[in-house]
């Protein structure tokens, strides 16, 4: 079941498409380790996908940062992975950097990566696709889920009889799971903003600015793009409720916290931030290095309330109600999708 007309509008095309190596959680060593973990199968089981020829640079701004260069090189130590100091480097700004890294990351291309999965599943004959739909009503009946669903195009009702649920909605995980009658998740919701811009210079470089309000500049899979995001910019609303509750809801009444629209396209998406985080990142560049903006795309992203303060992107996976079974699945990272495999 999905809500929207296609599947893939949502956080799963709308991220900076890092294959997490564990360098982006200097304040969350399981997150570290976790990525590391789930990376070999991941990037074997979608090498036609990933980007890996590419320079992937991490970066320790020199105010305000919340890891130093010495802490970030002990990290790396830690974890086993690659952190070699690059000093005199001509397409960066060493006056705004501390320290410069060359790591080892790749980037995946969420677009190709869909479009994969939606042709796997077009060939399982046991597998069908309601978009356009939403759950209305959930009763339970013997051991059995009763689902009341409507087509949201010709406002069709169906019924159908399920003996196992996976809430995967992200985002809106909490509005299924109190549909089912079962527990919150503490959540809490940002508008978030990726930009993409193509660099005449960058176009086989990345780099990631350590570790507070910095921004991130990489390869968005084998697009030619590169995506753009700012810790300070990205996020435009910030919502610490367990459902997405933001003002601009008021002004598209089709976009409620139970049932979040599609923020692209939408009339009262907040004004793009490119132009500052354009001008965030370029001070960490020479100024040989040019960019152009091409566009935006919006998402709501949804974090654990927990990792508020370790920056920490665990998956959580939860069996919350058994015969009939309901499993709730909150994603925090695409290359921990296997983590399902534990509960299922
Ligand atoms: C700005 C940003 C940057 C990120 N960067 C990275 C990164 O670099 N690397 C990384 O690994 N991860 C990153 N992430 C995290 C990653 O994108 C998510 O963990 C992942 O996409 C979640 O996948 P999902 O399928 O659970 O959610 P989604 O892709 O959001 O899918 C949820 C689906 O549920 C549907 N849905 C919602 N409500 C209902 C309903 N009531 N009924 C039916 N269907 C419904 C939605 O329409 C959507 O299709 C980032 C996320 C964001 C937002």
Redesign the pocket.
Known sequence: ????RE??????????????SGYHYPRSVATALMSDDNKARFTEEHRPFILFDFEKYYAIDRYGSLTDAAQFERFCEFIGIRCERVDGHPLFNYERLEALYLTTEYTFD?VLIGEYYKEKIAKQSSIEIHPF???KKVETVGGSWQVELQNLENEAIETIAAKSVIN?????SN??NR?FGMPDIDLMHEI???AFVTSPQLKNIGLTVMDGQFGSLMPYGLSGLLSL?SVAY?HHKVSYDNLPTFDCQQRNLLCRPD??A?CNGCPAAPPSNYRKMLGQIRQYFSEKVELDYQHSLF????KLKANFIDDG?P?EISCLHRNPDFYC????????IYEIEKML
């Not at 998402?299 to 949804?302: F, G, R, W």
């Open positions: 079941m999905e809500k929207e599947l893939f509008k949502k956080a799963s095309i709308v991220n900076q498409a890092r294959l997490h969420p739909t939403q759950i995967a909605t992200y985002a809106a509005a299924l549909l978030s903003e990726m995001s990205t049932f979040t599609d998402t709501i992203k949804s992107r998956t699945i909150f994603a925090g990272k695409i290359n921990s």
